[in-house]
Each structure stands twice: as C-alpha cells, then as structure tokens.
C-alpha cells in the first residue's frame, strides 16, 4: 500500500508540475504528453507512445483515444467523456539517485526471493481511463480501471524491464483491436508469453 501511495503522489505531483508547464514552460523539460513516435493506428483507434509524465518512477506511457465521428470533438468539449485509455507502466525499486545501501538492499532481497523461486515485483502496470479534453480546471479528468504489481524477471535475460516495457506494448496493440478488455486476463496473458514457461511461485496466469 506504501508504494501504491507514492505512486499515486507521483502522478499528483505531474498534475502540479502540468499547470506549471502551463503558466511557465521552462519549469517541466517536456510538454506533457507530447507524442513521441508517429502515433499506431488500429482497428478501435489509435496510440501514442507520449513523454511528459515526468513522474520518478515512470518507465513507459502509452495513451489511445478511439476513433471519433466529426461532430465528437465539439460534443467532447461540453460533455468530457471519459473515453481515452491511458497505460502506464512503474518501476518500483529505488530510483537512480536512491543511497547504495537501498539499492543493495532490493538487490539482496530481489537474489533472496528468487533463489526460492518466488516472484519478487518489479513493476506496476495501471489502466486509466481519461478525458480527451482539459476540463475547466484545467484537468484531465480521470478514473482508475486497474492498477497491479507484477514481476517480469525471466532467468538469464537481464533486467526486467525490458520484459516489462515488452508486455506494455502488446497490451496497447492489443486495444487497438479491442479496447473493452479484461484487463486482469489480458496482461496475464501477455506476461506468459514474453516470460515463455518462466512463472514463478505466488504470481501465476490465470
């Protein structure tokens, strides 16, 4: 729940760090959200792989919005529906400028728990959905649809993260076909495949 919470903070704290960007863009090196590669489009609608969410923890951020009708943008500025699904992707061990003794500390644990062959959780995966639009506060208004920590070591392969990172982009290809998905079974899924028969105890597909 601690990690959870400052995760959460985290994102409070874009929300603030955005506004600034607003007021004075010299405070925040990127605009938020700024599209980084030619935006993919699928089936439901497209995806952005997008900078901005300068938050500490932040490895990967993707934001699809659905295929819109002419008339949906002017209709999205009165009502702001909740219609685009933002994916965003967590590391949950020390950050780079964390004191050596923590970071030697997630290393023995990390070493300790899979010598056992248990899962040790590196990263947290959270699905948002999102207004396209600011609201009159200037907010993107936004509802929790799924958040959970996974581990996505593989054994002889590095770090995790490039699993990770691996698995959240087949997720958003995976929206792109079908943006009504069970979240839980889908990154299951995924997870299997980019871990291959790598599953280790207390984090099994469902």
């Given at each position: 729940m601690a990690t959870f919470d400052r995760?959460?903070?985290?994102?409070?704290d874009f929300v603030r760090r955005f506004l600034w960007w607003k007021t004075d863009k010299t405070a925040v090196k990127h605009k938020p959200f700024q599209s980084i590669r030619k935006p993919i489009t699928g089936d439901t609608g497209i995806a952005c792989l997008v900078l901005g969410r300068d938050t500490p923890r932040a490895v990967r951020t993707w934001i699809f919005s659905p295929r819109r009708r002419q008339n949906d943008a002017v209709a999205g500025l009165k009502s702001?529906?909740?219609?685009?699904i933002h994916v965003y992707l967590d590391f949950l061990g020390p950050l780079a400028n964390a004191p050596e003794t923590k970071q030697m500390h997630?290393?023995?644990s990390q070493r300790k728990t899979r010598e056992k062959g248990e899962a040790f959780l590196t990263h947290r995966v959270q699905i948002l959905k999102a207004s396209h639009m600011l609201n009159a506060h200037g907010f993107y208004d936004y509802e929790l649809l799924f958040w959970q920590d996974y581990d996505f070591y593989r054994p002889g392969s590095g770090d995790p993260e490039r699993w990770a990172v691996a698995a959240v982009d087949r997720l958003v290809y995976r929206i792109l076909s079908n943006s009504e998905l069970d979240w839980e079974s889908a990154i299951a899924n995924i997870r299997q495949v980019v871990l291959g028969t790598y599953q280790p105890r207390g984090h099994q597909v469902a």
């Amino acid at each position: 729940m601690a990690t959870f919470d400052r995760i959460l903070g985290d994102i409070l704290d874009f929300v603030r760090r955005f506004l600034w960007w607003k007021t004075d863009k010299t405070a925040v090196k990127h605009k938020p959200f700024q599209s980084i590669r030619k935006p993919i489009t699928g089936d439901t609608g497209i995806a952005c792989l997008v900078l901005g969410r300068d938050t500490p923890r932040a490895v990967r951020t993707w934001i699809f919005s659905p295929r819109r009708r002419q008339n949906d943008a002017v209709a999205g500025l009165k009502s702001n529906p909740l219609d685009d699904i933002h994916v965003y992707l967590d590391f949950l061990g020390p950050l780079a400028n964390a004191p050596e003794t923590k970071q030697m500390h997630w290393n023995l644990s990390q070493r300790k728990t899979r010598e056992k062959g248990e899962a040790f959780l590196t990263h947290r995966v959270q699905i948002l959905k999102a207004s396209h639009m600011l609201n009159a506060h200037g907010f993107y208004d936004y509802e929790l649809l799924f958040w959970q920590d996974y581990d996505f070591y593989r054994p002889g392969s590095g770090d995790p993260e490039r699993w990770a990172v691996a698995a959240v982009d087949r997720l958003v290809y995976r929206i792109l076909s079908n943006s009504e998905l069970d979240w839980e079974s889908a990154i299951a899924n995924i997870r299997q495949v980019v871990l291959g028969t790598y599953q280790p105890r207390g984090h099994q597909v469902a």
